[in-house]
Each structure stands twice: as C-alpha cells, then as structure tokens.
C-alpha cells in the first residue's frame, strides 16, 4: 500500500534536505541557535533506532491500596529519548503521555498498546509521538497510571492516585521525587538527561490527566495539550443531577484496572460506590475530581483541541476549563472540530503535526516560531474547511438574551428579543431524543415544545457556552428536563452519529517520523465520513429540576409548583446561515443521553419566565439585523444524522 513521508506533504524534498545538511554541520549549540534564528524548528538529527530505551518506577507517596503494608505505590514510566545529547552532555525536554489504557484497551485509532522486549523495555509506545519528535531532540514518557499494566496501586477514576502519580513523574523529571529501576528494588534512578520541562499530552483520560496536573500548579510543567478531555468528573457522570449513564466510576476503574490491581482494590472500588450515589448529589469524592475550582493554580499553558459534537466527553467540559483558564490568565490556544470523540491526528493530520511540533518547540525548547502570535482559535465551519479567529470567543462576542412566544398552534412558538407571556406543555417520552424533536419543529407533538426564529436575513454566529432558564410546573415528584439549539436548514455536516463519529478509516498509510521493526511510524489514514442533513443540534444540556433550589442536591417535586432552573448547555462555535432558522426545544429525556427521571412528567413551561442566554458574535444587534426584513425560508426536511448513539462509558 502506498505511503508518503512528512516531508512530501511538507516542503519539497530539496528543502529538507538542504536543511538537514546545515544541521549536520553545525555543533549543537550552533545548530539550537540555527534552529531559532533560521528553520524556526526542531530537525530530526538524532537516530530513532538507536535511541534509549528504559523503563523506571516512580514512587507516588502513596498507598494507593489501603493495605497498610508500609510501601508507597510506584508507578511505571517507559522512556524513549535520543542517545546523542546525553552522550554531548545536553539534556532534552519531555513530551509526556499518562495513561490508563496502554494495556488493557490500547491508544489511537488502530488501539495500538505498549510492548516489551525481553528487558522489559518498551518496544512499541502508542501513537507517533516517539517516532516523530524523539529524532528532534526530545524524549517521550508513557507512564501507567496507578492500577495499570505495570503500576502498584488503584485506578480511582480521576482521583488523587490518578493525578498525583502523573504528578510524580513531573517531580522525578525535575529532581523532586525518586524512582527505581525496578518495581521492587532499591537501585534508584535519576533523571540526569532531562532539563526538566514537560509537556503532558492525551486524548479523554489521558488529556484529563493532563488537566488535573496542571491544576496542581505543579512546577516543571510548561504546557498541556488535552484533547476531548474532562475537566470535572461529576459533570461526565451527570448533568445538574441528571444521570448520563446507568453506572458510576466504579465501572470504569474496573474495566482499566489490571488483573492484579483487579484482585486487591475491592475497598477502592467500593469508596467509587459510596462516594458517587446515583442521586446525583455533588460530594466529597466529586470536589476532588473537581479540576475547574482549580484552575488558578494552573502555570503551564493549554492548547484543547475538542470535537463540538462529541457526545462522550461533552464540550461542556471544554466550556467551564476554557473559562475558568481565561478568568486566570493562563495562555491558551484552542481546535475546535466538527467531530465527536476523535483525536485530531485522524481529522486534520498534517496540520496537525505541524502546529503540534512548533507548539511544543515553543513551550519546550524556546523557539520564537510565531505560533503564539497566530489566531487563538481554529474552527471547523463545514468539513475539512477551517477558519481562524484572532480569540475564542471572538471579540464582539455576548451573551444574547433569546425568549420563546406561543405561535399558532401548540409546542410550535416564536424564538425573539421580546417577552411574551403564555404557556406551553409537554410529557416527557424517554422512547424519543433530539433527533426526533429536530425532524418534527415545524408541527406540533405532545413530547417537546419548540421555538423558532423567523428565517435569518444574515448569518448569525453563536460562540461559547449557552444556558437555558426554565420555569417549570411538574405533574409529578420527579422531572428531568433537556434543552437543544437547533439549526434548522440544510447542510452537509460530519456524520459525528455514526461508528466513526465523523471519520472514515482508509486503508492507505502515511508516516509521521522513523520507524523500527517493532515500531512503525506509519499509520492508517482518515477521510471525513459526511452526512446530508436538514438540522444540526448545536448545543445541548440536561439538568434534574429537582435541583432548581440547590445544584449539588435534588429533591422530590411538588406536583403543580412551578420550579426555576437554568441548564448550562454544551459549548459551541457555529454560524447560522441566511435563509437557516434558529430553533430552541426544551422537552423531557434524551434518549441514550440521559437517563429518564422515575416519573413520566407533564409540564408546562411559563414562556414570560424562560429563556436562552446565547453567545453571539455581536450580540442583540446582529440578532435583532439578522431576524429583520424578510428571506425566503430553507424547505423544512429536518432530517438529521442519525439518532445518538448510547454513550460510551469510556473516556
């Protein structure tokens, strides 16, 4: 099969090799010099075969178990780094990947896992981060988090054991923790050959990671790079009381535990239970997963990456962290997909790699290469088309108070500036989802109640995190409620409902560094999987509305009392187009999303009282300049993708 070096996707051979050539000659201080003032870049002088190979465990200073034997838990770190600085007296910086699943599920799309020589030294690491940046002078590190493949200890799901392992792989990279050669010897191990600056890297549990150590402020972490990650545990399980899924952390800990881990962390797992109680209750064990109430102790600068219909790893995590790092300063750059729950590398590969390279060459090495003077944000506006704004969200940019008005017949009203009072019901149906709410806005149906703009005049731009106020009066004790924004029109969008979640994997390979019989840097590649449809859900949120007098703790209803929420919807960046309508649908379950309340609810919303709080780019005028005068309607076929599949409970 055919496969293509990154240099004949990049530059023209001649260039490269004119550029190598120059490296060759210079001394290594020159070169590092050249590489600032001439290439701007990283070059691969340093041979891939030849590399270090080691494997170290690291002592977290906990017990993670609870056995009380008197050790303290060590955690496996696998090494590749070039051979050539150490042997010049250089010391290299670390480009770190923590993760649970290089055993038990395996990394990227071709779920590739570590291997082993006979030495138990790493023969393959996951992904191409080795093959393509251990030849520009830096090492890589997986490590295994506690619990897994070869660490001591217990997974516990985003915990203290989770993050403060990772965490005490950046203190031994900077002198401040010990490791071993072995898991249970005394011969100690010393990172002499690093200069101690880290960059953590990882796509869903391993992004999130990444997050919770930034959010330690540990020292020696110079940036993160999470992609699809969370950024508060509670709000993976649940939204505002509202279940995701039939189970708790204790079901993940369990499915990435290794067997021994498996075998000796029953009182982890049960801690999982206790502490997680499918009421939805905010508690102790939720505010230690909790990285967001954090985020002012974060020194390393963030580059997320997120698929804007990821229905795994929700862009509601990606909202709050985005925020909160705002709040504090923290330097930031952001991708923002048509996807769901994939990593870049399979959606936007060369572009990819190259923004991944000058950004860690900028935060690690020092290299002024510009990348921190580029736009802030990347957006994916239709497939495989992307667009760049200076910030994120663009300048102009406000929160747009939106109120539903009854139209002509019921659960098909007005979404304007105005107030208006009235009245509209629904019953919740847990058979239905946003799927079919979208396919049916334009006629009335007992399941949802919806709201739709008159058809724009001009495009209109929503960037950032919504919310929806409702007032609520609920027939029975128990209620959840959803709320969607709808684009209503056609449109051919990534088919992010599908098995891909938006890309299609081909058979042809292209390879992103060296390689070595045991680790190929080549890779299989992707295409967009599209689909044609007549509305796309731009944002959605779920919240239980008996947690309307206090989020972290829901109540039965009284039936007939009416109830005011606001439900924090999914963040997002999307452009309704002229001749498109912007359509807003509260209703009961999402089916596959949430899981239904007890009851099954009538309730009837006070349209005076309920609201959407909308972020757009030039806020009430360019709503009120969009919905003026008179454009023909796009014909109503809301046809969407198909309907969401059941979340994973995997991130």
């Known amino acids: 099969m055919p496969t293509r070096t990154r240099f004949t996707i990049w530059r023209p051979l001649a260039t490269a090799a004119v550029t190598l050539l120059l490296a060759a000659f210079l001394t290594p201080a020159t070169a590092s010099a050249a590489g600032t003032a001439r290439t701007r870049e990283s070059l691969p002088r340093y041979s891939y075969a030849d590399a270090v190979r080691e494997a170290v465990w690291v002592d977290t200073g906990l017990d993670g178990d609870g056995d009380g034997d008197g050790r303290t838990d060590r955690v496996a770190v696998d090494i590749v780094r070039p051979r050539e600085p150490a042997a010049q007296g250089r010391k290299v910086p670390v480009i770190m990947d923590a993760s649970p699943y290089y055993s038990c599920c395996g990394r990227g799309n071709e779920s590739q896992k570590k291997t082993y020589d006979a030495d138990g030294h790493v023969v393959q690491m996951p992904l191409f981060y080795d093959n393509y940046f251990v030849p520009r002078g830096y090492a890589v590190v997986g490590v295994d988090l506690a619990g897994t493949n070869r660490s001591d200890g217990c997974v516990d799901v985003g915990g203290r054991s989770d993050v403060l392992s990772a965490k005490a792989v950046v203190d031994w990279l900077n ?52 992609i699809s990650a969370i950024s508060s545990w509670y709000d993976y399980y649940f939204q505002q009381g509202a279940p995701l899924y039939d189970s708790g952390p204790e079901w993940l800990s369990d499915y990435v535990d290794s067997p021994e881990a ?48 990821d229905l795994n790893v929700r862009t509601k995590h990606l909202g709050q962290w985005w925020d909160a790092l705002a709040d504090h300063g923290v330097r930031r750059k952001i991708w923002l997909s048509q996807t769901g729950h994939v990593d870049p590398f399979d959606f936007r590969r060369a572009a990819w790699v190259d923004t991944l390279h000058r950004w860690f060459d900028h935060e690690l ?63 919740d149906d847990p058979a239905l989802d946003e799927t079919d709410w979208a396919a049916h806005l334009d006629r009335s149906t007992p399941e949802k109640a919806g709201f739709l703009t008159a058809p724009l005049t001009r495009d209109l731009r929503l960037a950032g995190s919504p919310s929806v106020t409702v007032t609520a009066t609920p ?177």
């Not at 050669?181 to 100690?188: H, I, N, Q, S």
């Not at 010393?190 to 330690?216: E, F, L, P, Q, Y």
């Not at 972290?552 to 924090?568: C, E, K, Q």
């Open 175 to 226: 002198g401040r923790a010990r490791a071993y050669t072995t898991r249970t010897g005394t011969e100690r191990a010393r990172a002499t050959w690093t200069d101690g600056r880290t960059g953590m890297i990882g796509k869903s549990w391993d992004g999130t990671i990444a997050n919770g150590v930034a959010a330690t402020g540990v020292r020696g972490l110079r940036t993160i790079v999470p």
């Open 262 to 309: 498996r075998a000796r962390c029953a009182a982890v797992q049960q801690r999982l239970v206790d502490g997680a109680p499918r009421t939805g209750d905010l508690t102790a064990l939720w505010a230690e997963r909790d990285y967001v109430k954090d985020a002012a102790k974060v020194r390393a600068s963030v580059f997320l990456v997120h698929g804007m219909q």
């Open 365 to 427: 090495l020092g290299y002024d290469n510009g990348v921190d003077r580029e736009p802030m944000a990347d957006v994916e506006r239709h497939p495989d088309q992307w667009v760049t704004s200076a910030t994120w969200p663009p300048r102009g940019t406000t929160a747009t108070t939106l109120r539903p008005a009854p139209g002509g017949e019921a659960g098909v009203g007005t979404l304007g500036l105005r107030r208006a009072p009235g009245t509209e019901t629904f019953t």
């Open 475 to 651: 027939t029975t004790a128990t209620a959840h409620l959803s709320a969607v924004l709808v684009d209503v029109g056609p449109d051919t969008i990534r088919d992010y409902a599908a098995s891909g979640e938006g890309i299609t994997t081909l058979t042809d390979h292209t390879c992103w560094g060296a390689s070595t019989p045991g680790d190929s840097a080549c890779f299989k590649e992707a295409a967009a999987k599209t689909a044609d449809v007549g509305a796309t859900v731009v944002s959605r949120g779920w919240a239980d509305l008996g947690t309307s007098g206090n989020p972290g703790h829901g109540v039965p209803l009284t039936p007939g009392r009416a109830y005011t929420l606001t439900v924090d919807l999914a963040a997002t960046d999307h452009v309704v187009p002229k001749g498109h309508r912007l359509a807003l649908v509260v209703a009961g379950t999402d089916r596959d999303l949430i899981d239904p309340p007890a009851d099954r609810p009538t309730l009837t919303l006070d349209l005076a009282r309920t609201s959407a709080r909308v972020p757009l780019v030039g806020g009430p005028a360019a709503f009120a300049h969009a919905t003026s005068g008179k454009h023909p309607a796009a014909p109503f076929a809301p046809t969407g993708v198909a309907d969401p599949r059941t979340a994973p409970r995997v991130p």
